[in-house]
């Protein structure tokens, strides 16, 4: 499966299949999590807005890990493993791909609510 994350801003990073995360993931502090539509016909994508703390975390984190792949996980479970083809500096991304029907709008309520925590770490693989 290809699915795309990208920042709002610019650079695009295409995910690869996932792994296992490290031992120290950085957090991310979320703002806002919200389901948009994608501009690819009948696709949703999620947009996740960090404060600016964890922007600038984020942003440092792409920075040193360009070339790498790392894992997005929600909840303790991985759920995408992009491979960084340039920072991210924008505190802003959004996800989108082939997840299955109100994967992405129940994954924005957990998040939103508090019950799921958002890291990145490098991949282990």
Known sequence: MRVLFRPIAAAAIVL?????????????????A???HDPAPGQVALNLKMTPDSGRAFAAFTKANVGKTI??????SVVMSPRLV????????????KFGKGELRRLAERISAGKAKVTVDVSAQ
């Open 16 to 32: 690869v299949a996932c792994g296992l995360a490290m031992a120290e993931p950085l957090t991310l502090a979320i703002a806002k």
């Open 34 to 36: 919200v389901v948009v």
């Open 71 to 76: 894992d997005l996980s929600v909840g303790g």
């Open 86 to 97: 340039e920072p991210i500096l924008g505190g802003e991304v959004m996800i989108s791909g």
